[in-house]
């Protein structure tokens, strides 16, 4: 696929201009078991001060994704087969580990799912904050360490931050803990911030704040993100586009709404109509029958045609090319204009 | 609906925090439940929801048997289930069965599909071979499963598999009551939907009661008739599902309805209620314990709500509604 295959990408819309541009990633592990093409030719551009959903189930390697952008994939068994991240001027895949350090949590950072795992259990929050801080040398003083320590806290609404600097991870519940995370993100004002889960070890109260104040950290320092999620409500609460993964492909992509009132591929559709809140409660919910591709194994054609009741034999044949629904919205099915549930 | 099948009064359940030298000493308690009463139906779901920490699942386990209640009691079909003895026992162990959240942690790893099915009934009734094995296999069909599965291990199966393997080993008996614990919140979006549906339709065929356990609300509304909201080991607000959805009257329900994610990009809120976090359970607020969150909170506020009935079958833990 090339890039003149995708729709020109509207920037004038999400206000920003293209920071951050993924062609054609390819990212396999090589397992006892086979290779396993976790990324398997993803392309996407994304904006300033814009936020692309990556939805689909588990294993479908969403996950994988975001730990390439940031080359944190599992060692030794990853190994990028081509395409090309481009952040700033640099090819993220190309970079030497050393490169790659400065850029990492500089200009693009994540949050990743459990706050439990990502924080050190045996230092208190403001040291693992000021280390975060003097990794890219960025005070110049002790004193000024604290207090951007302090600052940054502040920035992520956390009450008495002073006292809570002094606090071991262990002495603060789930949602605080995911906000130090967030904070420590945001330290250097990323242009790039991948959110992985962000919610899903939250409880449903917390998990409304904590994605509003992802909201507001992007109004406020117009960071573009990348949230991935296995449900619909986050993609839905935080994003302007959404990107739908199967297999390791994209199969659609496109504005959030767009995506949701007009859903153009079978997997989209399949998972909104297994969901409990987009059927009501008089119908039955419809699930998708069996179960996605082992990775190492891919069917031959369209990786969703052995599950898709519209299949025909194209779809076993061949993969599908990129196909333009609307201005913005591309699918990657060959029944994209005979859909039974369309609205055109 | 019916007669009640099961009559939860006044239950607590304390749990001690051992500290000091050879941690002899007891520092407190977390009071995981503290005056818990419901009732359920038969033939009825009847639901608990509420944040992590609020005491629906020791509620459940202290309805399975699985813990001692410190007060009140749980009755089924009129009988207290923890004074029960010898065969009554085995009887009640017939009688209610459960579901856990996790099917990889549920299943026992070395034992075949057919087994972990009759595993329930072997152990409480004596029943020739033959007719268990007949038993498992018509169960196991009327999951979707052939008959030749029986003889896997639960690792040969997914996660959406094994979750109906467990409900069938639940079934096996011809419970009463059926437990489900979280029982979806562990699998994929496109696998939950089967097993909601199977649900739905075991229940329609065989007038099985259900005390579900979940925090995803939307599977509450599809799944369940009435809806039990507890918040830091209390029952705040009880009533039938619609009514709780469409008219919801205690604050926490109302901060926990507004707290659920938009169903469509347009529907996202600029306004959000912000209620910071729940109180640790070992302390909890005197009073009302929704207090120190509730954008309602009065000086009433520090002396215990009782809980009024303010519409048939709708009753709400709450000073607003007092008078």
Known sequence: MTRSDLPSENGGRHGGDVVLQVIDLRMYLHTRWGVTKAVDGVTFDLHAGETLGIVGESGCGKSMLALSLVRLTPEPASRFEGGQVLLDGDDLVALTDKKMRRIRGKKISMILQDPQQSLNPVFTIGNQLEEAIRIHGGADSKEETKQRAKAALQEVHVPEPERRLKNYPHEMSGGMKQRVVGAMAMVYKPTVLIADEPTTALDVTIQAQYLRLLRDLQRRTGVAMIVISHDFGVIAETCDRVAVMYAGKFVEQGPVADVFDNPSHPYTKGLLDSHPRYVGTARRLRSIEGAPPELTNLPPGCRFSPRCGLAGPECHESEPEPRQVSADHVTWCFKSEELPWASH | ?323
């Open chain 2, 1 to 323: 609906m019916g007669q009640p099948l099961i009559e939860v009064e006044g239950l607590r359940k304390l749990f001690p925090i051992k500290g000091g030298p050879l941690n002899a000493r007891t520092l407190g308690h977390v009071r995981a439940i503290d005056g818990v009463s419901f009732t359920i139906d038969t033939g009825e779901t009847f639901a608990l929801v509420g944040e992590s920490g609020c005491g629906k699942t020791t509620t459940a386990r202290t309805i399975l048997r699985l813990y001692t209640p410190d007060e009140g009691r749980v009755l089924l079909e009129g009988r207290d289930v923890h004074a029960l003895t010898g065969d009554d026992l085995k009887a009640f162990r017939l009688a209610v069965q459960a579901v856990f959240q996790d099917p990889w942690a549920s299943l026992n790893p070395r034992m075949r599909a057919g087994t972990l099915v009759a595993e329930a009934l072997v152990a409480n009734q004596r029943l020739p071979k033959a007719e268990v094995k007949a038993r498992v296999a018509a169960l196991l069909e009327r999951m979707g499963f052939p008959a030749w599965k029986a003889d896997l291990f639960p690792y040969e199966f997914s996660g959406g598999q094994r979750q109906r393997i467990a409900l069938a080993s639940a079934l096996i008996t011809g419970p009463k009551l059926i437990v489900l614990d979280e029982p979806v919140s562990a699998l994929d979006l496109s696998v939950q939907a089967q097993v909601i549906n199977l649900l739905k339709d075991i229940q329609e065929e065989s007038q099985t009661t259900f005390l579900l356990i979940a925090h995803d609300l939307d599977t509450v509304r599809y799944v369940a008739d009435r809806v039990g909201v507890m918040y830091l080991g209390q029952l705040v607000e009880e009533t039938d599902t619609e009514e709780l959805f469409e008219n919801p009257k205690h604050p926490y329900t109302q901060a926990l309805l507004n707290s659920r994610l938009p169903l469509h990009p347009k529907d996202r809120r600029e306004e959000l209620q912000v209620m910071g976090e729940a109180p640790s359970p070992m302390n909890p607020p005197a009073g009302c314990r929704f207090r120190t969150r509730c954008p309602f909170a009065m000086d009433v506020c520090t002396e215990v709500p009782a809980r009024v009935q303010i519409a048939e079958g709708h009753s709400v833990a709450c000073h607003l509604y007092s008078e």
